[in-house]
């Protein structure tokens, strides 16, 4: 395999930058603790196998090749990204009751599986970046699956780290006020991940 050092630098940079999963993971974790944000972890980890292996296959290259399937997914993911965005916007209690969940578990998974795959950039990015360090003298399969469990453990490994230190918050986000704050702010960023998916281009 060529590079696998410089493909984990740039996966963890990748996962580390700010994008809709990180804001789910850290409202998630601001919402219900550390152990409630684990699902939603869990299932933008899962998403990164599959959107992995869709891209490997014959549908990532019809949405590499058909504009209007990219355009397709792309305003279906944007939809997606400004409900989400109004449904925080709407929030008046960002941190719950601890006896009430406002969400079950699985949901979150849901939640956080469905924005991975609706999001047409995540399979460019593992069309685009996987190739340049696969070896076409290795076995491709063994590269390619150790490329995408490498990269699903960054985002559990990185997830989990906004995840507590936004659980240290919730102190002040229990208030009022700061159930209003953060709730505006994360509304506000699903709402730019919306309009900046819609307007994306190939």
């Given at each position: 395999m060529a590079s696998y050092g410089l493909f984990l630098v740039l996966a963890t940079f990748t996962v580390l930058s700010p994008g809709p999963g990180v804001v789910l993971t850290l409202s998630n974790a601001l919402r219900h603790g550390w152990g409630g944000?684990?699902?939603?972890?869990?299932?933008?980890?899962?998403g990164a196998f599959i959107v992995a292996g869709l891209s490997a296959s014959s549908v990532g290259l019809v949405l590499a090749t058909s504009a209007t399937a990219f355009t397709v997914l792309?305003?279906?993911g944007a939809l997606y990204l400004l409900y989400l965005g109004?449904?925080?916007?709407r929030t008046q209690r960002f941190i719950p009751e601890f006896t009430v969940t406002a969400t079950q578990p699985w949901r979150r998974l849901v939640e956080a599986l469905s924005i991975q795959l609706l999001n047409p950039k995540a399979g460019f990015f593992f069309l685009a970046v996987f190739p340049q360090f696969i070896s076409p003298q290795d076995n491709y399969y063994r590269q390619f699956f150790l490329l995408v469990s490498s990269y699903a453990l960054?985002?559990?490994?990185v997830h989990t780290g906004y995840a507590l230190m936004a659980n240290s918050a919730r102190g002040w986000l229990s208030s009022d006020r700061g159930a209003r704050i953060v709730g505006k702010l994360s509304g506000i960023t699903f709402f730019c991940f919306g309009v900046l998916?819609?307007?994306?281009?190939k």
């Amino acid at each position: 395999m060529a590079s696998y050092g410089l493909f984990l630098v740039l996966a963890t940079f990748t996962v580390l930058s700010p994008g809709p999963g990180v804001v789910l993971t850290l409202s998630n974790a601001l919402r219900h603790g550390w152990g409630g944000a684990l699902p939603g972890i869990v299932g933008i980890a899962l998403g990164a196998f599959i959107v992995a292996g869709l891209s490997a296959s014959s549908v990532g290259l019809v949405l590499a090749t058909s504009a209007t399937a990219f355009t397709v997914l792309k305003y279906v993911g944007a939809l997606y990204l400004l409900y989400l965005g109004g449904k925080m916007w709407r929030t008046q209690r960002f941190i719950p009751e601890f006896t009430v969940t406002a969400t079950q578990p699985w949901r979150r998974l849901v939640e956080a599986l469905s924005i991975q795959l609706l999001n047409p950039k995540a399979g460019f990015f593992f069309l685009a970046v996987f190739p340049q360090f696969i070896s076409p003298q290795d076995n491709y399969y063994r590269q390619f699956f150790l490329l995408v469990s490498s990269y699903a453990l960054l985002v559990v490994l990185v997830h989990t780290g906004y995840a507590l230190m936004a659980n240290s918050a919730r102190g002040w986000l229990s208030s009022d006020r700061g159930a209003r704050i953060v709730g505006k702010l994360s509304g506000i960023t699903f709402f730019c991940f919306g309009v900046l998916m819609a307007s994306a281009s190939k």
